[in-house]
């Protein structure tokens, strides 16, 4: 089975869907020649030339607009918003704009961009390049949300995020960038709305997202050895989010701890929660649902804050063995 | 839109008068439009609010007809005249307007959404400069489509002022995008006064910034408008790029329905009823107060059928409320 890395995922998706399909670009700063800031678009230049693999300057109202006048006209945007942490210069055109158009002209227009969004911390960017912004737009009627964990994922979600007809932001992860995983050759795609089960376990469901997903795997080998089994759910897509597995999951083990970087006041984990308190999931929970988040502040600079600002595997490990052995 | 192979009459040397008479027509329908919107609204038969131009029919009736039939149109909140001159239907657009299931949006948008997907009418806009980006997009997909086509993104003075403005001329002119940026400067961004808002004398100064051309024109001249707009339309559709085009004109009501206008005066509204965009072209196109009249009355019939159809169309089916959001 081939390996590649998340980022050469998302490049084959990229290469291959603009193969297969004349109306997808991409656009964005720094993707031609300087292959993007983190190295994903890098060679797509010479396969495709400057008309469809298009640098911009620093305008990033005008990348999201032009995600959104070129759909909404015909063709199928990839737009890249450098740093995720910089969308929120081009969030009217996003939200207001893009989210909005379909509904507003009673459902006669369609809007099929993908904006990708490289988020997280972990990096040393400090407090103004490393948030986790997803659940701002896991509120905003008619965008959809995706998040994948894996090079496998990456690639999958990407194809599919292209083919759909609505606006999707696809957060993607720094750190997950030189994660290596199988990835198929061929063209495949995951469909949106398809939550993963990652690991099956009988004594904790966790549910975590991006980067949380790796770390939750590595937690869950540490706890095994203890004797405790988790099971880690990935939902992939925030919106629209797959609450299926997640129900089914927690009724078997009766116990749920959720785990994202993003910051844990308003973050997804609340909604998650919610989803299992509303559902019949509720009558089997052990314990109360628990969250395990990035804190309520911006990304530090300092390493070692930095570290402690968001979950670390020996946090997950912690957490979940409180949960499992009742003395939280 | 060619119709009769005899002997045309041309007005200004620019539009045949058969087409100038319908021009004329829809500027007195858009103004009885908004004139009729403003009594429904105080009749309480309405809700929400609007915005209205009357005292700018002018560009709207100069724009469109220099345009050609598949081009496109990014409209602003005040931008009823637009619509009707891009070919809109007045019965379903007044059913928009009353919210009516069977109006252009199905009643979702409103007179600030109103939209026309197929006719490549992207919509009017709620959010000042919110179209401009969306320009972009429209004119980099026309030219990787290679289709020739235009793009007319209308805008007020006060878009002229958001960030969105910027990146948007700078991103059209460096790809040489077929732009029109048309600014209607009707002298107030709400109750902010263009003197009070802008170092330049001038909108279209700005143009020099972006090395494009700029002009400005005379808002209420429906020819000067025909004439900058085809120009910047042939400039366009060569590949030559963007053009910034100020039209100075005046709104004789306040910003929206609401707005009791103590930023300006009754003397200077009255100026500028004198410089009427209305009564001028009549008056430019040859048409006395009899044929006015007529007009007058065709559109005042025409607007209260247009109400008589809508306040019998049918409400959306609240079952339906969810629908339009996702393809």
Not at chain 1, 119 to 130: K, L, V
Not at chain 1, 242 to 267: C, F, M, N, R, Y
Not at chain 2, 87 to 108: A, I, Q, S, T, V
Request: hydrophobic share 40%; with cysteine; glycine share 10%.
């Amino acid at each position: 089975m081939r390996e590649i890395s998340y980022m050469e995922a998302l490049r084959e998706a990229i290469r291959q869907a603009m193969q297969k399909d004349d109306r997808v670009f991409l656009i964005g700063e720094d993707i031609g020649v300087y292959g993007g800031a983190f190295g994903v678009s890098a060679g797509l230049l010479d396969e495709f030339g400057p008309e469809r693999i298009i640098d911009t300057p620093i305008s990033e109202a005008g990348i999201a607009g032009a995600c959104v006048g070129s759909a909404v006209t015909g063709m199928r945007p990839i737009g890249e918003i450098q740093f995720s942490d910089f969308v929120v210069i081009a969030m009217e055109q996003i939200v207001m704009q893009g989210a909005k158009m379909r509904f507003m002209f009673g459902g006669k227009a369609e809007v099929p961009f993908v904006m990708r969004l490289p988020g997280g911390s972990g990096t040393g960017a400090a407090a103004q390049h490393s948030e986790s912004l997803e659940n701002w737009f896991v509120h905003v009627p008619g965008l959809k949300v995706v998040m994948p964990a894996t090079p496998y994922d990456a690639k999958g979600l990407l194809l599919s995020s292209i083919e759909e007809n609505n606006p999707v932001m696809f957060f993607e992860n720094k750190l997950l960038y030189k994660t290596k995983g199988h990835v198929p050759e061929e063209m495949y795609t995951i469909p949106l709305g398809k939550s993963n089960v990652v690991r099956e376990g009988k004594d904790l469901t966790i549910i975590a997202t991006s980067v949380m997903v790796p770390r939750s795997v590595e937690a869950a080998g540490v706890l095994s050895k203890e004797g405790i089994e988790v099971e880690i759910i990935d939902p992939r897509t925030l919106k629209p989010l797959d609450d299926a597995p997640i129900i089914q999951s927690v009724i078997k083990t009766g116990k749920t701890l959720i785990v994202h970087e993003a910051v844990k006041t308003g973050g997804f984990g609340g909604e998650i929660s919610a989803v299992i308190m509303e559902s019949e999931a509720f009558d089997f929970l052990d314990d109360p649902v628990r969250r395990l988040a990035g804190l309520d502040m911006p990304i530090p600079y300092n390493r070692t804050l930095e570290h402690h600002a968001v979950p670390q595997v020996e946090n997950i490990v912690e957490e979940a063995r409180k949960i499992v052995k009742g003395v939280y | 839109m060619a119709k009769s192979k005899k002997k045309v009459e041309m007005v200004g040397g620019l539009i045949e008068k058969e087409k100038a008479l319908d021009l004329l027509y829809k500027m007195v329908l858009t103004r009885t439009f908004e004139e009729n919107a403003l009594e429904m609204f105080s009749l309480g038969k309405v809700h929400g609010t609007m915005h209205v131009s009357i005292g700018q029919e002018a560009i709207a009736a100069g724009s469109s007809p220099a345009l050609r039939d598949d081009d496109y149109l990014l409209n602003t909140h005040r931008g009823h005249g637009h619509f009707l001159m891009w070919g809109g239907d007045l019965n379903h657009m007044m059913c928009e307007f009353l919210g009516k299931e069977n109006g252009y949006c199905r009643g979702r948008g409103g007179s600030m959404h109103i939209a026309d997907v197929e006719s490549n009418n992207l919509g009017a806009q709620g959010i000042v400069a919110g179209n401009m980006p969306i320009s972009v997009g429209v004119g980099l997909s026309i030219k990787m489509r290679k289709t020739e086509q235009v793009v007319l993104t209308l805008f007020g003075d006060g878009a002229s002022n958001e960030g969105a403005f910027h990146e948007s001329l700078n991103m059209a002119s460096i790809w040489n995008l077929p732009v029109i940026y048309l600014c209607e400067n009707n002298q107030y961004a709400m109750s902010m006064a263009f003197e009070k808002a802008f170092k330049v004398e001038q909108i279209s100064d700005r143009a020099s910034a972006y090395g494009i051309p700029g002009v400005t024109i005379d808002g209420n001249d429906v020819l000067a408008v025909y004439q900058a707009v085809q120009e910047a339309a042939e400039r366009a559709r060569s590949g030559h790029g963007p053009t910034l085009i100020e039209a100075v004109t005046y709104r004789y009501k306040g910003h929206s329905k609401s707005d009791r206008q103590l930023y300006r005066t009754r003397d200077e509204v009255k100026q500028w009823m004198k410089k009427d965009p209305i009564k001028r072209f009549a008056k430019e196109i040859g048409v006395d107060d009899a044929q006015f009249k007529e007009i007058e009355d065709r559109a005042y019939k025409d607007i209260k059928n247009a109400q008589e159809f809508a306040e019998n169309s049918p409400e959306p089916d609240v079952a339906t409320i969810m629908e339009g959001i996702y393809a």
